[in-house]
């Protein structure tokens, strides 16, 4: 019995010693697991973003050539800058003298206006932005891509530097339309005052030769009533002088 249970003690303790070395060799190699899997989605991240740029932040430089999105303004490359520095403005005057300036463009907007010219015999673009028919700037280039582009955003600005001269020749337009108004309104209330004066002055004669007319009819009703007194006075008098006349010649 005593062996029996010396057997089961041994082999218990020599399992609880092989469960505490697979317990031990357990935990590192599932960190190393862990570690793994993070390096793997690392590296597949940057693969992805390798093979698709557009999951990066950086943002891509325009082509040569491409078109600016809408609305945003064009910026002028430095040969632009220098030719419009030297003299655009001076060189297109010139040329509008002649006959070889073609005009493919115009936009205006309250004294701003934008244009496109082309000048053939050098294949060679103007693009001018002017306010009451001076030039402002002038942009020379010979890319019909990038002057279309420069005519747009010279457009827009004409429509954002005369917006408040629009703004203004409409209200100026107004204040004088309602003066105008005013003035109409306030001829009109002097000419029914004049016509109102005018009724209440005859109103007036007309009530006066009334009453006149009222008095002399009443003092004409009184002599008429005199006179017919008379009248009867004198008829009764003829009769009487008829009777004494006639009163001594025999009665037929």
Excluded at 34 to 46: D, E, K, L, M, P
Excluded at 132 to 155: G, L, M
Excluded at 230 to 248: H, I, N
Aim: with cysteine; aromatic share 6%; proline share 3%.
């Amino acid at each position: 019995m005593s062996d029996k249970w010396r057997v089961r003690q041994l082999a218990l303790a020599v399992l609880m010693l092989l469960g505490g070395l697979e317990s031990g060799c357990a935990q590192p190699l599932q960190q190393g697991t862990t570690q793994s899997t993070g390096q793997s989605t690392v590296n597949v991240a940057a693969n992805m973003a390798a093979q698709d740029p557009a999951t990066t932040t950086v943002q891509p430089q325009a082509a040569p050539g491409a078109q600016p999105l809408p609305g945003a303004p064009v910026a002028l490359t430095q040969e632009e800058a220098q030719q419009n520095a030297a003299g655009n403005v001076a060189e297109l005057q010139q040329m509008i003298r002649g006959s070889d300036l073609n005009e493919l463009r115009t936009t205006y907007n309250g004294t701003y206006g934008a244009s496109l010219l082309f000048y053939g015999k050098e294949m060679t673009y103007y693009v001018t932005l002017f306010q009451n028919k001076t030039f402002w700037r002038v942009i020379k280039t010979s890319d019909e891509t990038r002057a279309e582009a420069i005519y747009r955003d010279f457009v827009q600005k004409t429509l954002q530097l005369s917006d408040v001269e629009i703004r203004r020749t409409r209200l100026e337009a107004q204040k004088v339309y309602t003066a105008r108004m005013i003035a109409l309104t306030q001829d009109h209330a002097n000419r029914l005052q004049a016509d109102l004066a005018i009724a209440r002055q005859q109103q007036a004669i007309v009530a006066d030769q009334q009453k006149q007319a009222r008095t002399q009819a009443n003092a004409l009703q009184v002599e008429k009533a005199a006179a017919q007194d008379q009248l009867r006075a004198a008829q009764r008098k003829v009769q009487e002088l008829q009777r004494e006349v006639e009163g001594g010649l025999p009665i037929r």
